[in-house]
């Protein structure tokens, strides 16, 4: 007697099941980290200062008198003949030093008012409009007026005189970069994680929790500063869940925008699974 071949079984093992998203994690940063540009030309200045030559010169006094301080110190150094005239204010404004030492300074400046004001998109307009008015303004007035305009500006430029070693910006550099480290470490004491089901807040040295819904979440972006979303994207993130009373601010989010599409992705489902304790699906 035959017998047939059975055919296999279909098989009943459940479908894998697919791994949960693991949410989005947001961190609200100090403001102490757009100080950074200032960090990044130091270290262009502590490098370009370290390959300048003559490194100990100071243009206040003529270069005969630096180069006979040289030699009571060390006989060893050669004379340098016929003493050289001292330099001219402007000169002095033009020399490799000053002009790092003016371009850290301007930078280091810059980072402080980013730090210190918001400037909105609105604002930060009319302020440009301003400048640039006032700048035409003073310029007819020197046309119609003949007036030479850039003698006040040659003279208040002749008066500035500032400059550093490279040791001073190396060590400004190393400063900065140890206090963003302590930041990008200690972000993780105070965030939030926005599951497809609930947003949870971590905060404290212990990882409190705090637990909130997302049904019928709504969130807006905001851009308070341009300044600080031109240097990193930085923004305004606020949450407005149901049943609660306030809405819940999330400031000084960088790169809000993708923040913001991965929010819209989120939230464009909800996650919702029947499972037995063995974690498969009954259907």
């Not at 035409?136 to 400059?163: E, K, M």
């Not at 993708?258 to 699974?273: G, N, P, Q, Y």
Request: with cysteine; proline share 7%; glycine share 6%.
């Amino acid at each position: 007697m035959s017998t047939d071949a059975k055919s296999p079984e279909p098989s009943t093992s459940a479908p894998a099941v697919r791994g949960r998203d693991k949410g989005i994690k947001v961190f609200m940063w100090p403001k102490v980290i757009y100080i950074f540009p200032s960090a990044v030309v130091a270290l262009f200045c502590a490098v370009t200062m370290y390959m300048l030559p003559h490194k100990a010169y100071d243009p206040s006094v003529g270069p005969d008198t630096v180069a006979a301080g040289a030699k009571a110190a060390d006989p060893a150094v050669p004379a340098t003949g016929a003493p050289d005239a001292p330099m001219t204010r402007r000169e002095r404004f033009n020399t490799p030093q000053n002009l790092l030492g003016v371009l850290f300074l301007v930078m280091l400046g810059f980072n402080l008012v980013v730090m210190g004001l918001d400037f909105p998109r609105f604002e930060l307009i009319g302020i440009i409009l301003a400048v640039l008015f006032g700048t035409f303004f003073v310029l007819w007035l020197g046309s119609y007026f003949d007036l030479d305009l850039l003698r006040p500006i040659n003279t208040l430029l002749g008066s500035i005189y500032t400059f550093a070693n490279a040791g001073f910006y190396l060590m400004y550099f190393l400063m900065v970069m140890t206090v963003l480290a302590i930041v990008y470490v200690t972000r993780w004491l105070d965030y939030w994680e926005i599951m497809p089901n609930e947003i949870l807040h971590h905060h404290g040295p212990l990882s409190d929790l705090e637990r909130y819904p997302t049904m019928n979440l709504k969130f807006d972006k905001e851009i308070p500063d341009v300044l600080e979303y031109m240097l990193l994207g930085a923004g305004r993130l606020v949450l407005r869940v149901p049943n609660i009373d306030r809405a819940i601010i999330l400031d000084n989010v960088l790169f809000i925008s993708s923040k913001e599409e991965a929010l819209k992705r989120l939230m464009s489902r909800l996650d919702v699974r029947i499972t037995t304790d063995k974690d498969e699906p009954l259907i």
